[in-house]
């Protein structure tokens, strides 16, 4: 059963979006202490106890039916999961070539694969006026993302392995976005924010213990300093679980490939934050994409 469309899942994506680019920040801080995948981990971590929290408040206080699972969701939370830790391990190998640029703006291409993937596995559609802002928003962002001399050696360079990485990298993200809709409409509930709420729950803990099995036996240091950044890692995981939730209900509201175009306003909060505080001039190339952008977005808030 399909949540009705309503306006609700714009001011939820904005706010998502807000709390993620937080969380990045929180998360770089930790980087000074903890390797990229101990960094990560608290996301999952620390976030847990107030996911479990969350949901079991919406049953007891709320009211709201307990949903039951069935195999349908079960299969769609864990593709999901294991998708997104796949796909975020695809984008930090990135790091690791010398022409990483390329292959992260590849990975830009994140809205248009999950647009693909929303047709195919949910038969999720897009308007002409919606794909044009899909369209429009993913080649500002790729503009964006282009470093230095980019440009060509991301359109020659489509088929080397960077590219290809980068491509993956999007591809499994619009997977797991994807997948945690279907999750969630599989539950047949009525409404959205439990069937949101549940499955956020189940692919929080499932992500948890992946995370914690791949520490224990390949970094096992980091669980110490984990402890020992308790304080940031929390505060981390909670503003993490409080994006995710958002993110959760508004994809159950609404298509992937929209939600996902919105949360580009990310970008331009970024964009002119370092402009106006830090004083960074930006290029080109960079105005160009961030116009782009705006259309994009704007698009996407009068969908037709």
């Given at each position: 059963?399909?949540?009705?469309?309503?306006?609700?899942?714009?001011?939820?994506?904005?706010?998502?979006?807000?709390?993620?680019?937080?969380?990045?920040?929180?998360?770089?801080?930790?980087?000074?202490?903890?390797?990229t995948n101990a960094a990560t981990?608290?996301?999952?971590?620390f976030g847990s106890p107030l996911?479990?929290?969350?949901?079991?408040?919406?049953?007891?206080?709320?009211?709201?039916?307990?949903?039951?699972?069935?195999?349908?969701?079960?299969?769609?939370?864990?593709?999901?999961?294991?998708?997104?830790?796949?796909?975020?391990?695809?984008?930090?190998?990135?790091?690791?070539?010398?022409?990483?640029?390329?292959?992260?703006?590849?990975?830009?291409?994140?809205?248009?694969?999950?647009?693909?993937?929303?047709?195919?596995?949910?038969?999720?559609?897009?308007?002409?006026?919606?794909?044009?802002?899909?369209?429009?928003?993913?080649?500002?962002?790729?503009?964006?993302?282009?470093?230095?001399?980019?440009?060509?050696?991301?359109?020659?360079?489509?088929?080397?392995?960077?590219?290809?990485?980068?491509?993956?990298?999007?591809?499994?993200?619009?997977?797991?976005?994807?997948?945690?809709?279907?999750?969630?409409?599989?539950?047949?509930?009525?409404?959205?924010?439990?069937?949101?709420?549940?499955?956020?729950?189940?692919?929080?803990?499932?992500?948890?213990?992946?995370?914690?099995?791949?520490?224990?036996?390949?970094?096992?240091?980091?669980?110490?300093?984990?402890?020992?950044?308790?304080?940031?890692?929390?505060?981390?995981?909670?503003?993490?679980?409080?994006?995710?939730?958002?993110?959760?209900?508004?994809?159950?509201?609404?298509?992937?490939?929209?939600?996902?175009?919105?949360?580009?306003?990310?970008?331009?909060?970024?964009?002119?934050?370092?402009?106006?505080?830090?004083?960074?001039?930006?290029?080109?190339?960079?105005?160009?994409?961030?116009?782009?952008?705006?259309?994009?977005?704007?698009?996407?808030?009068?969908?037709?």
């Amino acid at each position: 059963m399909q949540a009705p469309v309503t306006s609700l899942w714009i001011p939820l994506t904005i706010g998502a979006a807000f709390l993620q680019n937080l969380r990045t920040v929180l998360q770089k801080q930790l980087r000074a202490s903890l390797s990229t995948n101990a960094a990560t981990f608290t996301r999952f971590a620390f976030g847990s106890p107030l996911v479990v929290f969350y949901t079991l408040s919406l049953h007891w206080f709320a009211g709201l039916a307990w949903p039951e699972p069935n195999l349908a969701f079960i299969a769609w939370v864990t593709l999901g999961g294991v998708a997104q830790i796949v796909a975020t391990s695809c984008l930090i190998h990135l790091f690791s070539f010398r022409n990483f640029a390329v292959g992260v703006t590849y990975s830009k291409t994140e809205v248009i694969q999950a647009a693909i993937f929303g047709l195919l596995f949910l038969g999720d559609t897009v308007t002409p006026w919606g794909a044009m802002a899909i369209a429009i928003g993913t080649l500002g962002v790729m503009l964006i993302s282009i470093s230095g001399g980019g440009l060509r050696a991301m359109i020659l360079g489509w088929g080397e392995r960077p590219a290809l990485i980068g491509l993956a990298s999007g591809a499994l993200f619009g997977i797991a976005a994807v997948s945690f809709r279907a999750a969630a409409l599989a539950l047949g509930e009525r409404g959205f924010v439990m069937p949101a709420a549940y499955a956020l729950l189940w692919a929080n803990l499932l992500q948890t213990a992946v995370m914690a099995v791949y520490l224990c036996l390949r970094e096992r240091d980091q669980l110490a300093k984990l402890i020992g950044a308790w304080r940031l890692s929390a505060l981390a995981g909670t503003v993490g679980v409080v994006a995710s939730a958002l993110w959760f209900m508004a994809m159950t509201l609404q298509a992937v490939a929209y939600v996902r175009t919105l949360s580009l306003i990310e970008l331009v909060f970024t964009f002119l934050f370092s402009w106006f505080f830090f004083k960074e001039r930006p290029r080109a190339r960079e105005l160009a994409g961030i116009a782009l952008l705006v259309i994009g977005i704007g698009m996407t808030l009068n969908l037709r």
